[in-house]
């Protein structure tokens, strides 16, 4: 096992780059990306850099030439021969050859494109601009090299026995999460810490943590490159991006309604049934459901991902009830914001109503609150999102305000067209 706070003492970037491989990346990624690839994959697409945390001065913590380092080293990745085999051969969801040979070709033979970095006060304005099945692959690597350089800034201040100290009471208070959870009967829980980990040995170490302390209710890792190397299940479906970028495309108010049903559409065909998981609340997931087709009430379960978490799960169980399905039958995948307190809480509220299962992201993968000198390692709340498709800006409503991105008018014209009403707004922790 590696020995972290001598590594973090000891490394220099070019023995430990942020990001070691293309397929160091979420599982979803992967899976939406092959979508696009067949689907859209001329589609012009603009990602920027968002820091939801203003508190957090990136530019005034993270050197510009460090940033510029990792971002070129990223360019010049490209996936190793036993990367492809395993995306060739594996079996994912109980499917063999999931990605299709013409995408793995493709995928082995691209390299991310160009960046553009520019300070802009405290802040970093970050932002990719190309064909969507290129520019997307940028988001997650992005996301980490930022957070985890933000948190070698604050390491690159300590001694090495504080380095040791640090690690050890992070580790333990991991393990004493572990502990709460361990005994919980049934549980299902996946690693979806990658975007905003602390780093990727630190990721790595949470998850073997996981497996070692949870045995078989740690159901995987979202990481495809841990998941590789640990010989664990690769976790994942779709993301917000899918309808945010289908949206952008609509040509009036009826594509745009239609939009987000499009996107599962497109899902289904592309898997053949497979992977059938709503995340619904890109546009409220009220309106999402009750204009919904009739035959996603079949598919496997939903993604509970803004919003009060059991509100949006009680909505979940009510709209199945009301398309004449037996909601103890259906998946219900809360991934906002966890900690082991909530996951036991909705666990308790849910089990036995609903197949329950958790996929456990930054406080998992970063949660060193109050383990630093000003609680500098904080996680803290950043994300690298699609802003334009094809020249038309996006929209994110969600079922928290808080979370809403786009233009002003954008937002009130998505609001009206999927008929969101009064939402409560929620603090965004991560």
Same mark, same amino acid.
Not at 15 to 31: A, E, N, W
Not at 331 to 356: M, P
């Given at each position: ?14 023995? +430990? ?8 990346? +979420? ?47 990223? &360019? ?7 990367? *492809? ?35 802009v006060g405290d802040q970093y ?34 001694? &090495? ?26 549980? &299902? ?5 990658? &975007? ?25 890792? *979202? ?23 289908? @949206? ?17 559409? +497109? ?38 991902? *803004? ?72 996680p803290f709340s950043l994300v ?7 020249? *038309? ?10 979370? @809403? ?6 937002? @009130?014209r998505y609001k009206r067209v ?13």
């Amino acid at each position: 096992m590696t020995d972290i706070p001598t590594r973090v003492w000891n490394h220099k970037w070019k023995i +430990d780059p942020i990001v070691r491989s293309l397929i160091d990346t +979420d599982f979803y990624k992967l899976l939406m990306c092959q979508s696009v690839f067949r689907n859209n994959r001329d589609t012009q697409v603009t990602f920027s850099l968002i820091n939801r945390s203003k508190n957090v001065p990136l530019a005034n913590l993270i050197d510009e030439g460090e940033l510029r380092e990792q971002l070129d080293h990223i &360019r010049s990745l490209s996936l190793s021969r036993g990367e *492809s085999t395993w995306l060739r051969g594996n079996t994912f969801y109980g499917k063999r050859q999931m990605f299709r040979p013409d995408f793995v070709e493709w995928f082995e033979n691209v390299r991310l494109p160009a960046y553009h970095l520019e300070r802009v006060g405290d802040q970093y304005e970050l932002t990719f601009e190309g064909t969507w099945p290129e520019v997307m692959l940028w988001e997650i690597p992005a996301l980490a090299v930022l957070m985890e350089l933000r948190g070698r800034a604050v390491l690159n201040q300590m001694g &090495r026995f504080e380095l040791q100290i640090l690690y050890a009471r992070a580790m333990t208070k991991l393990w004493e999460k572990v502990e709460k959870l361990r005994h919980v009967p049934e549980l &299902r829980i996946a690693d979806f810490g990658t &975007r905003r980990r602390h780093s990727f040995l630190w990721q790595d170490w949470c998850v073997q943590a996981m497996g070692a302390g949870l045995g078989e209710s740690f159901v995987g890792t *979202s990481n495809c490159l841990i998941a590789k190397n640990r010989d664990l299940e690769a976790i994942g479906t779709n993301a917000h991006e899918l309808p945010m970028v289908y @949206a952008a495309l609509a040509g009036d108010d009826a594509a745009l309604a239609q939009a987000p049903y499009d996107v599962l559409a +497109d899902w289904h065909e592309e898997h053949d049934g497979n992977l059938r998981i709503i995340l619904p609340d890109t546009y409220g997931t009220e309106g999402f459901l009750r204009n919904a087709p009739d035959y996603l009430a079949g598919w496997t379960g939903m993604r509970i991902d *803004s919003g009060d978490p059991a509100t949006g799960a009680e909505v979940a169980i009510n709209w199945w009830k009301s398309r004449g399905e037996d909601p103890t039958k259906k998946l219900v995948i809360f991934s906002d914001g966890l900690d082991e307190t909530k996951i036991l809480e909705l666990y308790q509220q849910f089990a036995g109503r609903v197949r329950v299962s958790f996929g456990w992201g930054t406080l998992l993968t970063n949660d060193f609150r109050g383990l630093a000198p000003d609680d500098g390692l904080a996680p803290f709340s950043l994300v690298c999102k699609a802003i334009k498709a094809n020249g *038309s800006p996006t929209v994110k409503l969600s079922d928290n305000p808080n979370k @809403a991105m786009g233009p002003a008018e954008e937002i @009130a014209r998505y609001k009206r067209v999927f008929g969101v009403g009064d939402q409560t707004a929620m603090d965004v922790v991560v």
